[in-house]
């Protein structure tokens, strides 16, 4: 069955380090997204991504952040210079599209980047 | 920003009996549900959703119901088994719109 990976499954950096954590989506999906979950917190919508460009984000996806599609399989975040609250699980997550990336669209998540900032 | 609601954070149930997990959300623009099975060290996993032109959705064990009234959706799993023990997310969206909305959680223990 078809699933989202991600790599690596933890990452840890110093305050201030870029750090770029790495999606493959599922093929022949559409949409890319990226979410997030600080230990004992709710489950945060990050940003979406479809055509090559972001199609939302939220209050947290500031400057520091960034996502690209180098390439036909790989979706990555970057977070430019990393802070302390940025340690949390982000997961990637594909749709397929048909639900015009919200409304029906089913996403399906990978497994997750524990991400340590020291 | 509590517009999806897990109230209990947890729940035990033995194994062969119900398990009945429920969600409440504040937002009614949201028009499509779903609810994902997480396990530690693992991304959330999708379980079966409901679009709100419906109000009952089912797949083997597992049922959802939404009441758009009471704006309250529920998870019913028969017969429950240890493997379901896990926590189960509610989460939520609106047409137009990518973003998921999630629930806190509600960690679902189901003994022998």
């Known amino acids: 069955e078809p699933e989202v990976t991600q790599t690596p499954s933890h990452q840890v950096t110093q305050m201030g380090q870029e750090v770029i954590l790495r999606c493959v989506p599922i093929s022949n999906h559409l949409y890319f997204y990226w979410y997030r979950q600080i230990l004992g917190q709710k489950v945060e919508f990050l940003v979406s991504f479809y055509n090559n460009e972001i199609s939302e984000k939220s209050e947290i996806f500031d400057d520091q952040f960034s996502v690209e599609r180098p390439d036909g399989s790989n979706f990555t975040l970057k977070i430019r210079s990393t802070k302390l609250e940025d340690s949390a699980m982000y997961f990637c997550?594909?749709?397929?599209?048909?639900?015009?990336?919200?409304?029906?669209?089913?996403?399906?998540f990978g497994p997750g980047t524990r991400l340590t900032v020291l | 920003d509590q517009q999806v609601k897990q109230n209990s954070p947890s729940l035990s149930v033995q194994e062969g009996r119900i398990s009945i997990l429920n969600c409440d959300y504040t937002n009614s623009m949201f028009d499509y549900f779903l609810w994902y099975k997480k396990y530690p060290a693992e991304g959330p996993t999708f379980l079966i959703s409901i679009s709100s032109i419906k109000d009952k959705n089912e797949d083997g064990r597992f049922t959802v119901f939404l009441n758009k009234s009471a704006k309250h959706l529920s998870l019913h799993i028969v017969p429950s088994q240890p493997g379901d023990s896990a926590v189960y997310f509610c989460?939520?969206?609106?047409?137009?719109?990518?973003?998921?909305?999630f629930g806190t959680g509600t960690r679902l223990l189901v003994s022998p």
């Open positions: 997550a594909s749709s397929g599209g048909s639900g015009g990336g919200g409304g029906t669209d089913t996403q399906y």
């Open positions: 989460a939520a969206s609106s047409t137009g719109f990518q973003k998921l909305v």
